[in-house]
């Protein structure tokens, strides 16, 4: 499609239980990004994907985190036995990176409001 | 470590002005810099994306201008109207191998009638 789309828009979940958020990016892109936004406009890098491997990990939790993005599928991002602190805007975006040169926008979709209640 | 910091958190101004905000990084090594648009409830709208080696980047009604040597890049917004009213955040890609984005915590507009 021509732009990312995530699902679902809002998730509520009790203190402990699983949430598993969807990202499809835009056809054609080969890099995907997840986001978190909490408090204030604060944006955190958690973890990007070229293609179906990991490219960048190092913003995600060591523990209860976990994403995937498996071809013919969109993307997931799934958190186990969720935290009040987990409450957030989920962001995903993707990238078109060229043979030469690699200065493309991230486009992001509307993101996930997470609420852990 | 990068920290990307915008002044003034908060804008009102009458419909009409051109208005300046405010984008500054800590650590010049910086591929790129894009500037956003949120709406609330919303995602990021890419507005401009200016490359380390540009010093500024136009569309429409909008001008970015990036001083890399002294991490700072501004957002100029002519002849400002209601529609423009929404959070601008600015986001940097460092000079590394990650394509990860650090973002600043954002400029609220509000462009009043």
């Known amino acids: 499609g021509e732009e990312v789309a995530q699902t679902p828009k809002h998730l509520v979940r009790g203190e402990g239980q699983k949430a598993k958020l969807y990202c499809a990016p835009i056809?054609?892109?080969?890099?995907v990004f997840w986001y978190q936004q909490v408090l204030k406009n604060e944006f955190k890098f958690l973890i990007s994907?070229?293609?179906?491997?990991?490219?960048?990990e190092t913003g995600m939790p060591k523990e209860r985190f976990s994403a995937k993005c498996l071809p013919n599928s969109p993307c997931s991002l799934e958190i186990q036995a969720t935290k009040l602190e987990d409450s957030a805007v989920y962001f995903c975006?993707?990238?078109?990176?060229?043979?030469?040169?690699?200065?493309?926008?991230?486009?992001f979709g509307d993101g996930t409001r997470l609420s852990i209640l | 470590k990068q920290e990307v910091t915008q002044i003034p958190a908060a804008l009102s101004v009458p419909e009409g002005e051109n208005l300046v905000l405010n984008c500054s990084f800590t650590d010049s090594a910086i591929y790129n810099l894009q500037w956003f648009r949120q709406d609330p409830g919303k995602g990021l709208t890419s507005l401009l994306l200016?490359?380390?080696?540009?010093r500024e980047q136009t569309s429409g009604r909008l001008n970015a201008s990036l001083d890399k040597s002294s991490g700072r890049s501004t957002l100029y917004i002519a002849a400002s109207q209601p529609g423009d009213s929404a959070t601008y955040l600015c986001a940097v890609r460092l000079e590394d191998s990650s394509y990860k984005l650090i973002f600043g915590s954002g400029t609220r507009l509000l462009v009043r009638p």
């Open positions: 994907f070229q293609n179906e491997n990991v490219f960048d």
């Open positions: 056809k054609g892109h080969s890099y």
């Open positions: 200016i490359q380390s080696s540009q």
């Open positions: 975006a993707s990238s078109f990176v060229p043979r030469t040169g690699n200065n493309q926008p991230q486009h």
